[in-house]
């Protein structure tokens, strides 16, 4: 049988909505955009992102690099355009520029100026056409007056790009009243964070004395963008390591450098006070930041082979590789995701444990310390008052004997009569009682103090630190969590038995397991001071 060929062309209006949907945020976006300034090697990028008189989103790049002809314009607005000639350009596969654009704006224009070229040439890709003009796209040299205007600034007159999106209609969510002051609020929170993750993002580029990255000049609405260091502010390098990897057509260099950061207090002591809150220190921002050809492109997160939690706050890793481990690394459409393969994985576990260990023992060794210091002896002082008044009609244990050598007490409940723990103290009204930690990262433990039946608690467990300590002024909400903590103490006194002994340690285990892993992502308190 013959076989018989068909065309199978995309439907061009399906498809160009489809790819809508393919995860973009804002800055990610940008991002993608500003990757093809630097590609045509340009030295300054002017973005906006504002609002007209109308609410109108206005959003625009606009560069010096050399520019684009007439068919390098339809080529940029190709899905799946041309191969660049340089394999370690930022622009990767053809389709950033309009799946990032689309993404938010229902029309791209482009107008470029070349270095050989007086005229000023357009291009436009609008999605409410595509029905009628398919995948062609109507090229002219009468771009609009503000977009003239943009190239001559950004460009003195010589060659550069602007791109534009019009059509904006999914940037911020739809108002009542677009110019509203909502509306303005939530543009200006997302211009702000543009300008922290561009800051970030291409860092290398934007510091002008970091000489592994051309030299680039960002502004965002009229405001240069500073660069952000991940690793400055006092970080110390625990390890650097650059090591050959295997990319199947010879070697390529990969550069691994863990920093420990210090704390707020010794932070703010070498740098001065506004150095902490610059360094975004803090539970979201430890990890791995991965950069490629210079420019970060995935992190901060440690890759899926540890989660991110509180006690490596302080470190964070460098990982650079050129586009020859692009393979190795998998890169993404939007070059904001990797995967690492089974023997990177290993290699990068083996590498960075001991860095991550000497964090964690920072961390902890200043946080003892600080939480020491936050806690008030006193705190607790109206919850045992108010225990020892109500604990006289709550029914409890019979306590038959004490023995401060082995840390036991004997007690009678309906069950009949159990062991359970029992630490001495002077002060025969105590029911509740702070100490440093407690065994297996418990929270609390029930405990006779003195006579009393009682309940110890950790001041090193994560939930004492995050949510005790920032409220410690509050004593209504001390008491309450010290009578939820006390309550449960009493209750397994009541109910203890030998049999169901190995039960309550496994409940109070899992209980104190949960709470560290619920309190993960609540910020750390301000101790410090």
């Not at 009682?433 to 405990?447: A, C, N, R």
């Not at 005790?468 to 010290?482: C, H, K």
Request: with cysteine; hydrophobic share 35%; glycine share 6%.
């Amino acid at each position: 049988m013959s076989e018989e060929f068909y065309e199978v062309t995309p439907d061009p209006a399906r498809i160009t909505e489809s790819l809508r949907d393919t995860g973009y945020v804002l800055n990610t976006a940008v991002a993608d955009i500003i990757d093809n300034s630097i590609a045509a090697e340009a030295d300054t990028v002017h973005i906006q992102l504002a609002q007209d008189i109308r609410g109108n989103v206005l959003f625009s790049v606009a560069d010096n690099g050399h520019g684009m002809t007439g068919e390098g314009l339809v080529n940029a607005l190709r899905y799946g355009s041309a191969h660049r000639e340089d394999p370690a350009s930022l622009g990767k596969f053809g389709l950033g520029l309009k799946t990032a654009s689309t993404a938010f704006a229902r029309r791209i224009r482009l107008t470029s100026r070349t270095a050989t070229s007086e005229d000023i040439l357009t291009a436009v890709w609008d999605l409410d056409r595509v029905a009628e003009l398919g995948w062609r796209v109507p090229l002219g040299n009468s771009p609009i007056p503000a977009d003239r205007k943009l190239l001559d600034s950004v460009s003195n007159g010589g060659p550069g790009t602007v791109v534009r999106w019009e059509t904006v209609d999914r940037v911020i969510r739809e108002y009542k009243e677009p110019g509203g002051q909502r509306a303005k609020n939530a543009l200006k929170k997302a211009a702000q964070q543009l300008r922290d993750h561009l800051a970030m993002v291409f860092q290398r580029f934007l510091d002008h004395s970091d000489h592994r990255a051309p030299n680039v000049t960002m502004v965002l609405n009229g405001e240069p963008i500073q660069a952000w260091n991940p690793f400055g502010f006092g970080a110390e390098l625990l390890l650097n390591l650059d090591t050959p990897v295997d990319t199947g057509n010879g070697d390529a260099n990969l550069t691994v450098r863990a920093f420990v950061l210090p704390r707020k207090a010794e932070m703010q002591a070498q740098l001065g006070e506004g150095s902490y809150a610059e360094s975004r220190s803090g539970n979201k921002t430890q990890g791995i930041y991965v950069y490629r050809e210079n420019r970060l492109i995935h992190g901060p997160d440690w890759l899926g082979m540890w989660v991110q939690e509180p006690h490596f706050t302080l470190c964070r890793v460098e990982l650079s590789f050129d586009h020859r481990l692009d393979l190795a690394f998998q890169i993404d459409i939007k070059k904001s995701q990797i995967v690492l393969d089974s023997g990177l994985t290993e290699f990068l576990q083996q590498a960075l444990t001991p860095p991550r260990r000497e964090a964690e023992i920072r961390y902890r060794a200043g946080q003892r310390k600080v939480v020491e210091a936050a806690s008030d002896k006193t705190m607790h002082n109206p919850s045992n008052a108010a225990i020892e008044e109500k604990s006289q009609s709550i029914p409890k244990p019979e306590l038959k004997s004490t023995d401060k050598t082995t840390g036991k007490a004997e007690i009678r409940n309906p069950h009949g009569i159990v062991k359970v723990d029992f630490v001495e103290s002077e002060n025969q009204r105590i029911f509740l009682e702070t100490v440093e930690q407690l065994d297996d990262g418990l929270l609390y433990k029930p405990s006779y103090i003195g006579p009393n039946p009682g309940v110890l608690i950790s001041r090193s467990h994560p939930y004492y630190e995050k949510v005790y300590l920032p409220n410690r002024a509050s004593g209504v909400t001390v008491q309450a969590l010290d009578s939820l903590l006390w309550a449960l103490a009493a209750a397994e006194f009541r109910s203890a038995q030998e049999s169901t002994r190995e039960v309550f340690e496994d409940i109070r285990y899992d209980v104190s397991k949960a709470l560290r892993k619920l309190v993960e992502d609540l910020p750390s308190p301000e101790l410090d001071n």
